[in-house]
T-cell receptor, first 111, second 115 residues
Framework: KNEVEQSPQNLTAQEGEFITINCSYSVGISALHWLQQHPGGGIVSLFMLSSGKKKHGRLIATINIQEKHSSLHITASHPRDSAVYICAVHPYGGSQGNLIFGKGTKLSVKP | DTGVSQDPRHKITKRGQNVTFRCDPI?????LYWYRQTLGQGPEFLTYFQNEAQLEKSRLLSDRFSAERPKGSFSTLEIQRTEQGDSAMYLCASSYRAGASNEQFFGPGTRLTVL
């Protein structure tokens, strides 16, 4: 079992729909990242959070440390949101350099 | 553009050849990371530097792989005697803030294809 699990693996939505991507992890963490990867490979950091909730534009990320779970929400989805969304965690007390990544959720938003 | 840059973006090589990739981090960042990502998988940690010191190497980094950051600025990742299994996207990231919760900024990656 991977230490970081994401669901769903693939997600197709219609433009305008509310989207939720989930991330569960099995290790203690000091921080969790949500990343966006477009075709071609480039990765953009969306959020880094260790508690509560963060919002940036149409994106909202929440984390429940006790339940070891985080969600990424996209409101009013748009075709340009189509990408792979990756959850990554910093293990607590682990190497300061080492992120553990989920396999990603491939989102496709249809017009 | 002051983001993380990587060169080349694509590399096709024949099995057995050596390849070298370069990463230029954001200029004030003291930490630099290398990751590898195979198709359909999330990235996997390879190694990271704080300034010029290589502080950790993953077990994924076999003896055919070597990384350097000689002056604490750009870094190179060399793969000797490439194998088909080395085909992957090689990602570089950098960060500034010390501590476990530092935010990493990623480069566009170098896609390696070994024929």
């Amino acid at each position: 079992k991977n230490e970081v699990e994401q669901s769903p693996q693939n997600l197709t939505a219609q433009e305008g729909e509310f989207i939720t991507i989930n991330c569960s992890y099995s290790v203690g963490i000091s921080a969790l990242h949500w990343l966006q990867q477009h075709p071609g490979g480039g990765i953009v950091s969306l959020f880094m959070l260790s508690s509560g909730k963060k919002k940036h534009g149409r994106l909202i990320a929440t984390i429940n440390i006790q339940e070891k779970h985080s969600s990424l929400h996209i409101t009013a989805s748009h075709p340009r949101d189509s990408a792979v969304y990756i959850c990554a965690v910093h293990p607590y007390g682990g190497s300061q350099g080492n992120l553990i990544f989920g396999k990603g959720t491939k989102l496709s938003v249809k017009p | 553009d002051t983001g993380v840059s990587q060169d080349p973006r694509h590399k096709i090589t024949k099995r057995g050849q050596n390849v070298t990739f370069r990463c230029d981090p954001i200029s004030e960042h003291n930490r630099l990371y290398w990751y590898r990502q195979t198709l359909g998988q999330g990235p996997e940690f390879l190694t990271y530097f704080q300034n010029e010191a290589q502080l950790e190497k993953s077990r994924l980094l076999s003896d055919r792989f070597s990384a350097e950051r000689p002056k604490g600025s750009f870094s190179t990742l060399e793969i000797q005697r490439t194998e088909q299994g080395d085909s992957a996207m090689y990602l570089c990231a950098s960060s500034y803030r010390a501590g476990a919760s530092n935010e990493q900024f990623f480069g566009p990656g170098t896609r390696l294809t070994v024929l």
